[in-house]
Structure formats: structure tokens, C-alpha cells
């Protein structure tokens, strides 16, 4: 028993893999926030996609006209979208970058940068801020992942 | 040769993390289902969304009349998409909670409330249930995500 | 300090975690090359969702026609998000199926055809090939991970 505990908590010892945790449990729940902000703008603008979702606000035409697609609502979910594609493989590399024994200064660089740069980009999304100020958000975060993925192909090589 | 499979066994011979692959792999397995069922509504409700793929209906317009949307097959689209917003996080937040010391029944409680919350939810879209079914599912399986979340930065937190 | 490194790159020692951390990396950095590919077509053809992204080609009417949707940029799209929906689920159950304690030599032949698979895939989408082309390379994907998953449930299977 005490054993199997230490085991289990062997990689949570580790101060890479802490931070690791810390900031892809951060990046993760930033993501998450993102259904429920589509929710709350689909019910502040009554504008939903699925009949059974429209049924109290009556029946027939009365509820029908709440089927529709709003402009909030829709770049939230692009920027829900655009997490999925950009913090999926952050988390996933990010995970490889934490084994393949990087220096925790230079892992916390990595790791603080894409979290703050993802945090802009949600702001500059949803605000919306002009250009090129989500482009620029997306694209350090962007560089970010790649910096690990180098790491970790350098490190990890077996083709 | 020994040794290293003795290694790359270390983890999966933790009852923590053998019950997190089991139900990471089962509620991947429930995710990766929705293409078949997608691809299903497709060739059935003959509605593609890409002209190749109708070719074997003949050619020109005989054939560009099933290049449409179909409420099914949307339908079914929007449970994956939710699957992947919710799945997503569950796996990667369950494997930093597997990895932060939990005990076995607190983590089978989770991982058990979770896979179940996300089966509801894709009978509940796909039947589809009358509300609050869908949106009860989801917030049950969110709030476990969150929970695992909670967990793990209270063990690992380094900012 | 030096056993904590030692403890880092333990997993990374391992052949098989190796090959994994490889293939995964890849299959996630081709998945970001679709952000890419998908910005290029936007701006060559044009084609944007957002009207901050135009404000460069002037006010009004003349900014706002840039705002449509564009046959190829839509493709690009689907493509990103099958990959999000095939190589998301391969890379959480290949993680753990590395953890399982395959033979290299198999474990090598799940990584090859899948990362194999998934590239034909985004030429057969982008081309585009005339179907099966697609369709086939996507089953191919979708078998080495459903093979995979079986393996982890025979080894972890702890419900």
C-alpha cells in the first residue's frame, strides 16, 4: 500500500512535472470556461441549435424563432475551437517536454508564456481587440509548442 | 531487456492508473464511436459535405443533390464536438489526478461518475432526451473534471 | 538535483516511450500544420469570419465582401477537425499503451502505419484524391487505435 503510494507520486515529486501539471490543469480549465460562456450567451441572446433545447419558451412558432444562430455566440465557439487546436497540442508535447528533462527555469519560461499568451488570446477573441492582436497571441503560443516539440524530437529520437 | 520492461510497466502496475486507463480508454473509445455513428447518418440520409465522396452517385447534378446538411447527421456532429470540449480535459486533468496520489475508491468514484455522465449525454443527444437530460449530463461531468482539477493543483501547484 | 533528473528521464529512457514521445510529437505538429494551411488559404483567397481581419482592406462595404466562406479554406477546416477527432484519441490511448509494456518491434508497427495513415489522409483531403483514397486511410488510422485500446484494457483493466 505505501509502497504503490510512493510510486504513484513519483512524478508529482518532480518540479518540471509540477509545473507541468500546474499550468496544463490552468490552460485546461481556461479552456473549459469557454462552454460556459457559449452557454451563457446562448441564453442572454436566446439564440440555440437543438429543438429540445428551445421547449421553454413555449411550442411551435413561438419557440422555433429561438433556433437561430447569434454572432456572440458563434466567435465564442470559434474561440473555443481554436483552443481545442491550439492547447490540445500543447498539452499533449507539453507532457513529452516535461520527461525529456528540460531545466525547470527554461521549462517555466515555456510553460508561463503559452499560459499568458492563451489568456490574451481569449480577451483578444472575445472582446474582440483589433488585429494583429489575436494573430500575435496565437502565434506565441504557437511558438511555444513547437520550442517543445523540438525538444522533445531531440531528446526522444527513435523513428 | 528485463529491466526495461519492468520500467515501462511501473505505472500501469498502479491500481490508480490501471482504473484511469481503463476509463480514459473506454470514454475515448465512446468518442471516437460518434464517427461511425456520424458516417452512418451520412450514407443513409445520403448527405456528404465533400463532392468526391458522392461521385458514386453518378455525375453533376444527380450527384451534387446529396451535398447538403442533414439534421441528423448535425446532430450527431455537435455530440462529438461536445465530447471532444469535455473529453478532452477529462483525459488530460484525469492523468495529472492518477499521477497526484489519490486514493483508489475517491479516484474510481470520479473516473465511474464521469464515463457514466458521458454516456447519459450521448443518449440524451442523440434519442434526443427532453432538457434538463443533455444539460444535467454535461454539468455532471464537468464538475468532476473540475474537482480532478481542484486536486491536482492543490498537490503539484508550482506556478 | 542530479536524482531528480534521473528520476525525469526515466520514462524517456525507455524505447518504446520513446518511439511514443516521436510519433506523437509528429502527428501533433501535422495537426498544427493545418492552422497553417488554413490561414494561407484565408489570406490568398480572401476568405475571413472575423471583421477585425479585414479592417486592413478598408471600412465598410468594401471590407465586409472579404467576409464569406471559402470551399477551400472549409476543407482545410474539415481536415483539422478530423484530425482533432483521430489523432486526439491516439495520442491519449498511445500514451498509455506505450505505458503497457508492448514489444518495441509492435509497438513500432501501430506508430508507423497510423502517423503513415494520417498523412495520406491530409492529401487525400487537401488534393483531393477520389474516394476510397480517404475513407481508407482514415480506417487504417482509426484500427491501430482501436488495436491499441484493446491492449490497454486487456493489461489495466481495473473498472
Redesign the interface.
Known amino acids: 500500500r505505501r509502497g ?2 510512493a ?13 507541468y ?2 499550468y ?3 490552460v ?2 481556461k ?2 470556461l ?2 460556459l460562456i457559449t452557454a451563457y450567451f446562448r441564453i442572454t441572446r436566446k439564440a440555440f ?2 429543438p ?2 428551445t ?2 419558451f413555449g411550442k411551435g412558432e413561438s419557440a422555433k424563432k429561438f433556433l437561430r444562430s447569434d454572432p456572440d455566440v458563434e ?1 465564442v465557439r ?1 474561440g ?1 475551437l481554436n483552443d ?3 492547447i ?2 500543447f ?3 507539453g ?2 517536454y ?4 528540460p531545466e525547470l527555469s527554461t521549462a517555466l519560461l515555456h510553460f508561463r508564456i503559452f499560459t499568458g499568451a492563451r489568456i490574451l488570446h481569449t480577451f483578444a477573441y472575445l472582446i ?4 494583429p492582436g ?1 494573430g500575435l497571441s496565437w502565434a506565441v503560443g ?1 511558438s511555444v ?2 520550442s517543445m ?1 523540438y525538444k ?2 531531440k ?5
Chains 1, 2, 3 share one sequence.
Open positions: 504503490e503510494m510510486k504513484s507520486t513519483q512524478l508529482i515529486d518532480n518540479e518540471v512535472f509540477r509545473a501539471a500546474t496544463a490543469a490552468i485546461l480549465l479552456m473549459m469557454m462552454s441549435v437543438n429540445e433545447d421547449a421553454s466567435r470559434r473555443h481545442l487546436e491550439n490540445v497540442p498539452v499533449g508535447i507532457l513529452l516535461a520527461l525529456s528533462g474582440p481587440l483589433p488585429q489575436r504557437y509548442t513547437f516539440a522533445v524530437l531528446t526522444a529520437w527513435l523513428l
